[in-house]
Each structure stands twice: as C-alpha cells, then as structure tokens.
C-alpha cells in the first residue's frame, strides 16, 4: 500500500544538520509552515546558546513545545468551563414572552 492510499504524506527536511523524513496527515503546506516554525526557534535557541549541540536543541524545543500545549490545555480548559456555566444561566433564565 502506498502512503497515498493510506492518506500518509511522506515530508523530507532538514532539521539541524540531520536529514529528517516525517510520516504524516497533514499535506505539504502545513508541513511547510512547521518547518518554517521549527527552523526559526532552532536557530533563537542556537543563538542564545550557541555551545548547544542539536539533540540539546531538540530536546529543549520540545519541553517548550510541551509547556505551551499545557498552557494552552488549561486556557482552553477555563474557557469552556466558563462558556459552560454562561450557557447554564442563559438556559436557566426565565424566557420572555411578546406582549405580556
């Protein structure tokens, strides 16, 4: 079975100094746009620690990486509790009627 008959995109860069290939859903615009966002913070943390090998590198983008989807999880998760109980004041609010 080829990747297209399975959905897989199959998209090629380089990361680093190391040639990468990634198995994924997502077409090669998307891919494009990570690896935009993945050589852009690769190279900030190079910058500000210009001693760090690329497995350091690696290693500390995806804790950030994993924080900033914690904060997200929880901001989402504060938000939906909020709409939740906003939702249940409205349904709990007596309907107005016309002409009454």
Avoid: W
């Avoid at 090629?12 to 100094?17: A, E, L, Q, R």
């Avoid at 935009?36 to 690769?42: C, D, F, P, S, V």
């Amino acid at each position: 079975m080829t990747s297209k008959q399975t959905g897989k995109n199959r998209y090629k860069f380089v990361f680093g100094d190391k040639p990468l290939t990634l198995t994924t859903e997502k077409d090669n615009l998307f891919m494009e746009e990570v690896e935009h966002l993945a050589q852009e913070k690769y190279e900030d943390i190079k910058q500000k620690l210009p001693s760090a090998d690329g497995e350091t590198i690696a290693i500390l983008m995806a804790i950030n990486s994993l924080s900033m989807q914690l904060e997200r999880e929880v901001a989402y998760d504060t938000l939906k509790a909020e709409n939740e109980e906003l939702r249940q004041k409205l349904l709990a609010k007596p309907k107005e009627t016309d002409g009454e």
